[in-house]
């Protein structure tokens, strides 16, 4: 198997595990939750400042400022394989987009625009002196597949405090995207030779439900541990595909455009069956100073399927730890001591569950990666307040053992949050 880098797709990974399932999963989380090891189940303001929080639909009702929350995302990824070169790919997009309006003085709402699920791949496996046995090389076919496109969530949600300590909170969101894979096979020293190309392109569109809760236990004035939960309910989205032969030849290194259609087919409606999905956090903060937590969440990923076809996937399981620390948030002296400094760690055992190459079973895909960032607070004027978030996470997934591959990666999240008082009522002597 050799990897092949794209100078233009719209792809926005790129990992040949993301061609499995619905794709790469990214979670529901901001930069700032991301810079502590991605914790956010128990998470609701941060040191005092208001934070969207679209994992916990509950920590709205903690929002007390019109917040709004918009940020990019760099991802650089170095493939390896036992016996090949490595390669170095690297992406770049817009990363999400969110709001969150107190509606009283105990619930708020939020919405924005979140991805969902990532797909980005390109491969080729190549058999030389086909169909003629002889020692010279001749007449390789290459086999080549890739693969791109997306899922995005757009959500909006309600959290509203029941008791004193008590918070709950709904997200109801709409999964929508295409995933397009693409298989040739292509005998390029046979300028004669019709080749072939397979594309298959799965439009999904469904309704999710995300609840969440979290119990706040109040030590004392400023000293809190909250236990929280959240859950994406096992569901179905609409899936559309179509599934389309093409035959072109090849002159010169030149692929020509398609020479013939041979078949061009749209399926009926299926359905995607979506799993429970579940999301247990503590957290333990002490306001303005610091704030230390872990979650720990489950997938029952071998549920997926996909026109009631069972993708074989396998259940996914993740813990995370991290935390946070403020020097002095009210120093007027030293802008570093009001820096928010993070620091976390990730350990994944992944949904993909992948057929070895050697032919010996097949492997689970684990991941382990450690982050940090920073948030940088910014200036306020009037009862507006800033915060440019930084997060880094640098991690391994997968192994070159059995003839898989091994991802280095490094991915960069940059978020820019607004506290501000909206919609308020003043009052005039």
């Known amino acids: 198997m050799v990897f092949e ?9 790129s990992s040949p595990y993301s061609q499995y399932g619905l794709g790469d999963l990214t979670p529901m989380l901001l930069p700032q939750n991301i810079a502590m090891g991605g914790i956010g189940t128990a ?12 994992l916990n639909p509950a920590s709205y009702a903690a929002v007390r400022f019109t917040t709004i929350d918009a940020g990019l995302y760099n991802n650089t990824v170095f493939l390896s394989q036992t016996g090949q070169p490595s390669q170095r790919n690297e992406n770049f997009r817009l990363s999400h987009i969110a709001f969150a309006i107190p509606v009283s003085g105990k619930s708020a709402i939020s919405f924005g625009l979140l991805p969902y699920s990532e797909m980005g791949y390109n491969y080729r496996q190549t058999i030389k002196n086909f169909g003629t046995g002889s020692s010279v090389d001749t007449n390789a076919v290459n086999y080549l597949y890739s693969g791109e496109g997306a899922l995005s969530k757009a959500y909006i949600g ?18 929508f995207g295409d995933l397009k894979h693409y298989q040739s096979t292509e005998i390029p020293t046979l300028s004669s030779t019709l080749n072939s190309k397979i594309e298959q392109d ?43 032969v093409s035959q072109y030849s090849i002159e010169a290194g030149v692929t020509n455009l398609p020479a013939d259609t041979i078949v061009d087919n749209q399926s009926a409606r299926s359905k995607i069956q979506l799993p429970q999905i579940n999301h247990f956090g503590i957290s ?49 002296g030293n ?8 620091l976390g760690a990730i350990f994944d055992q992944t949904y993909f569950n992948i057929a070895n190459p ?34 880094a996470e640098m991690g391994q997934r997968g192994t070159s053992n059995n003839g898989l591959v091994k991802e280095n990666y490094i991915n960069l999240h940059l978020g820019f949050t607004v506290n501000d008082k909206w919609f308020q009522r003043y009052k005039f002597d």
């Open 43 to 54: 998470i609701n303001q941060i040191n005092g400042f208001n934070n969207i929080n679209p």
């Open 284 to 332: 333990y903060q002490k306001d303005q100073s610091f704030l230390v937590g872990a979650d720990y969440s489950t997938g029952h990923w071998a549920d997926l399927s996909i026109g009631g076809v069972n993708q074989g996937m396998a259940n996914s399981s993740t813990l995370n730890i991290g935390g946070q620390y403020t020097p002095n948030i009210n120093a007027l």
């Open 358 to 391: 050697s032919g010996t079973g097949s492997t689970q895909i684990k991941s382990t990666a450690i982050t940090f960032g920073f948030g940088l607070p910014l200036h306020p004027a009037n009862s507006s307040y800033y915060k440019i978030n930084f997060s």
């Open 202 to 244: 799965n439009a999904v569109g469904g309704i999710n439900f995300d609840l969440g809760a979290q119990y706040v236990i109040d030590l004392s004035l400023s000293r809190h541990i909250i236990l929280a939960y959240s859950g994406s309910v096992k569901s179905q989205m609409n899936s559309q595909s179509s599934y389309i």
């Open 5 to 13: 880098a794209r100078s233009q797709s719209t792809a926005t990974t």
């Open 335 to 342: 802008y570093w001591a009001t820096v928010d400094y993070r």
């Open 158 to 175: 309600y959290g509203f405090t029941v008791a004193r300590h008590l918070l709950l909170g709904v997200n109801m969101s709409y999964i």
